[in-house]
């Protein structure tokens, strides 16, 4: 059958196209710098981008994994509240639409955990080598030692679909324990100092011998009496 024959040829042809395609490494390059997060903390998320083909706008679903949720900057001016902000890739006229992905019945991924962005241009100018975009996240105890930012069917305009990640590690799995400074045992009071080795830590403290601190608990700045 000469009609049989000619579909499956184009079948072939068809097959043989998309595993081109499959394999053709994608122009552009996205990476996201390593994030290093305690519980309680927030942090900013960066993406960058550079593209050996112009492109004048993209769309991305970001996954956070568990422990991580995201945070929105209110904006006062507008009356509004967003979560992510363009980067030194965009230009003034990059527009911006976001909004949070409702997850099907049975989904691994938590309502909440996964949004879309979306950024385009209605001139088509094109975006720049640089970062690309950036939003800012808040850890939980339940965020694992090592977990991934999952950036999903990731497209650019004329370009195809991608996936990457990005790698997150629980800061509080490499934080040295805090040094207690006081006078032991005391009469009266005593001044009490807490220091870490580890830059940038916090040090949360409770004074009543029973209760275990939380991100919660009273936040350390300066030396303080216990009696």
């Given at each position: 059958?000469?009609?049989?024959?000619?579909?499956?040829?184009?079948?072939?042809?068809?097959?043989?196209?998309?595993?081109?395609?499959?394999?053709?490494?994608?122009?552009?390059?996205?990476?996201?710098?390593?994030?290093?997060?305690?519980?309680?903390?927030?942090?900013?998320?960066?993406?960058?981008?550079?593209?050996?083909?112009?492109?004048?706008?993209?769309?991305?679903?970001?996954?956070?994994?568990?422990?991580?949720?995201?945070?929105?900057?209110?904006?006062?001016?507008?009356?509004?509240?967003?979560?992510?902000?363009?980067?030194?890739?965009?230009?003034?006229?990059?527009?911006?639409?976001?909004?949070?992905?409702?997850?099907?019945?049975?989904?691994?991924?938590?309502?909440?955990?996964?949004?879309?962005?979306?950024?385009?241009?209605?001139?088509?100018?094109?975006?720049?080598?640089?970062?690309?975009?950036?939003?800012?996240?808040?850890?939980?105890?339940?965020?694992?030692?090592?977990?991934?930012?999952?950036?999903?069917?990731?497209?650019?305009?004329?370009?195809?679909?991608?996936?990457?990640?990005?790698?997150?590690?629980?800061?509080?799995?490499?934080?040295?324990?805090?040094?207690?400074?006081?006078?032991?045992?005391f009469f009266g009071t005593t001044a009490v100092t807490l220091t870490c080795e580890t830059e940038g830590a916090k040090i949360y403290y409770t004074v009543d011998g029973v209760t275990e601190p939380t991100a919660?608990?009273?936040?350390?700045?300066?030396?303080?009496?216990?009696?």
């Open positions: 059958d000469i009609i049989a024959k000619l579909g499956v040829c184009l079948m072939m042809l068809v097959g043989l196209v998309t595993g081109v395609s499959a394999q053709t490494e994608n122009p552009e390059k996205l990476s996201m710098d390593a994030l290093s997060i305690a519980p309680g903390q927030e942090a900013v998320v960066t993406v960058n981008y550079a593209s050996a083909v112009e492109r004048s706008g993209f769309q991305v679903n970001v996954v956070l994994p568990e422990g991580l949720e995201f945070v929105k900057t209110e904006d006062p001016e507008e009356g509004t509240s967003y979560v992510f902000s363009k980067g030194t890739s965009c230009l003034r006229s990059h527009l911006v639409d976001e909004s949070v992905v409702k997850q099907e019945e049975g989904s691994e991924v938590k309502q909440g955990k996964e949004m879309k962005l979306i950024v385009y241009n209605m001139a088509m100018a094109n975006l720049k080598d640089g970062t690309l975009f950036s939003f800012k996240v808040k850890a939980d105890d339940a965020l694992a030692e090592t977990a991934e930012i999952k950036f999903n069917k990731v497209k650019f305009y004329g370009g195809q679909y991608f996936d990457f990640t990005g790698e997150v590690s629980n800061a509080a799995y490499s934080i040295t324990d805090p040094v207690i400074t006081g006078e032991t045992p919660e608990s009273s936040l350390y700045s300066e030396p303080f009496e216990i009696s």
